[in-house]
């Protein structure tokens, strides 16, 4: 029997599945899972991703991390650095520990270790790939934890959720109408993800490019840039590749 | 300006939607919205939606009225008929008063009640046109509610809810997307409704044709085969051409 995969396509809806036997992938395409697998795959020893920008702060400042984050799209007050994956090359970023807050991305993620998660892992079209792979190999039940936008569903955590459907899809028992209609809108939109982006006038598409970051939108959605598979495991995401 | 138009996709996900200043459309494709159109439409008096099964029978023995529902797809126990409109033909309903509980329809109206909604209607495929022309004609917010299945988010009411936005989303400012979503899955299904949820197995197309109700489906799916508008007022909803 296949093992079954499920996707969540806001934190709200979580609960409603169950994560304690599965493997959960968080997804927060624009833009906190991008710049994890970049970061990671540009040498970082390691992303903690925290809830709030306090215990962001507090974390840096023990272990001489770069502090980094955002609230509604901005770096937040008292961090270092924001959440584009251009702002961790590998000049500045390797060797180094990111300590990351985002409004839903490492929310999600705490969510779901406090569900008591078998497995975390991150995924972006940035390791599209590499979340396959590890899917495939492993053959347990998974959940895709879609992040949104507080709670809101988004189209961009959605056309990820159906890019891996897309892929690796047969291998699952798939009884999830949210993973039918997310491989859907995957298929219509795949021969152009920006442009179908900017033609539905995807609210975070609307957001990012008011602030002039249309090439962090292209980056965030192009497949494999940083192809590295970011796994938790005590308090940490590092690049994991021999789980 | 327009007025804005919002889609919740799952009732979990319905507290994220100002109801206050909106028309709530509550979908519940199958059956529940459809069986309300269709015995109106056939002439029944009123549907009394409530929101347990004790209450339907306390309900339906005062007012000598039909206590009808289901619980997972079933008539549910120690009421008198089901959840398919093909139970309420002119000849059995008209002049009557159907006491109504659902798993997930009712459910949605009465917390669209308790959030305060503006003004509930109910819509599906059967009375698709007269809620368009409704929501048109007001001219104010909307939310279209989704009642999925037991909160989890389902193709056909999704697919309602991109049919109306379809026709009258033009009228509306939509920074939604959900709604977006939903109108790009009905543009890809709307050729054959009933073909796209048989070829993606969407969840409540397994459960009803392992029942035989393949019919039912059907007809869920057919626009316009009941088209009144169901509009909800102290406790009930009446086919009310006059608001």
Same mark, same amino acid.
């Given at each position: 029997?296949?093992?079954?995969?499920?996707?969540?396509?806001?934190?709200?809806?979580?609960?409603?599945?169950? =994560?304690?036997?599965?493997?959960?992938?968080?997804?927060? #395409?624009?833009?906190? !899972?991008?710049?994890?697998?970049?970061?990671?795959?540009?040498?970082?020893?390691?992303?903690?991703?925290?809830?709030? %920008?306090?215990?962001?702060?507090?974390?840096?400042? $023990?272990?001489?991390?770069?502090?980094?984050?955002?609230? &509604?799209? *901005?770096?937040?007050?008292?961090?270092? *650095?924001? +959440?584009?994956? /251009?702002?961790?090359?590998?000049? /500045? %970023?390797?060797?180094?520990?990111? %300590?990351?807050?985002?409004?839903?991305? !490492?929310?999600?993620? *705490?969510?779901?270790?406090? @569900?008591?998660?078998?497995?975390? =892992?991150?995924?972006?079209?940035? +390791?599209? &790939?590499? #979340?396959?792979?590890?899917?495939?190999? @492993?053959? $347990?039940? %998974? #959940?895709?934890?879609?992040?949104?936008? @507080?709670?809101? =569903?988004?189209?961009?955590?959605?056309?990820?959720?159906?890019?891996?459907?897309?892929?690796?899809?047969?291998? /699952?028992?798939? +009884?999830?109408?949210?993973?039918?209609?997310?491989?859907?809108?995957?298929?219509?939109?795949?021969?152009?993800?920006?442009?179908?982006?900017?033609?539905?006038?995807?609210? *975070? /598409?609307?957001?990012?490019?008011?602030?002039?970051? $249309?090439? &962090?939108?292209?980056?965030?959605?192009?497949? +494999?840039?940083?192809? #590295?598979?970011?796994?938790?495991?005590?308090? @940490?995401?590092?690049?994991?590749? !021999?789980?």
């Amino acid at each position: 029997m296949k093992p079954s995969l499920y996707t969540s396509l806001s934190p709200a809806l979580l609960p409603l599945y169950d =994560v304690s036997s599965s493997i959960v992938v968080i997804i927060d #395409v624009l833009r906190a !899972t991008s710049t994890i697998a970049t970061a990671l795959y540009n040498g970082a020893r390691c992303v903690i991703p925290v809830d709030s %920008v306090a215990k962001c702060i507090e974390i840096g400042r $023990q272990i001489d991390g770069i502090t980094a984050g955002e609230r &509604d799209g *901005h770096i937040a007050e008292g961090l270092e *650095h924001g +959440n584009s994956p /251009f702002e961790y090359p590998r000049e /500045f %970023v390797a060797g180094k520990t990111l %300590v990351l807050t985002t409004t839903n991305g !490492t929310k999600l993620l *705490h969510m779901a270790l406090e @569900k008591g998660a078998q497995q975390i =892992v991150t995924g972006a079209f940035s +390791n599209l &790939d590499a #979340v396959c792979d590890y899917l495939t190999r @492993k053959a $347990q039940p %998974v #959940v895709l934890g879609c992040s949104a936008w @507080k709670d809101r =569903v988004n189209i961009e955590d959605t056309l990820m959720a159906g890019a891996i459907i897309n892929r690796i899809g047969s291998a /699952f028992d798939i +009884n999830c109408d949210s993973s039918k209609m997310a491989e859907t809108l995957y298929k219509d939109a795949k021969k152009d993800l920006y442009g179908f982006m900017e033609k539905k006038r995807a609210s *975070h /598409f609307i957001r990012l490019s008011g602030y002039g970051l $249309q090439e &962090d939108i292209r980056y965030c959605l192009t497949s +494999n840039a940083a192809n #590295v598979l970011p796994v938790y495991s005590e308090g @940490k995401l590092t690049s994991d590749l !021999t789980i």
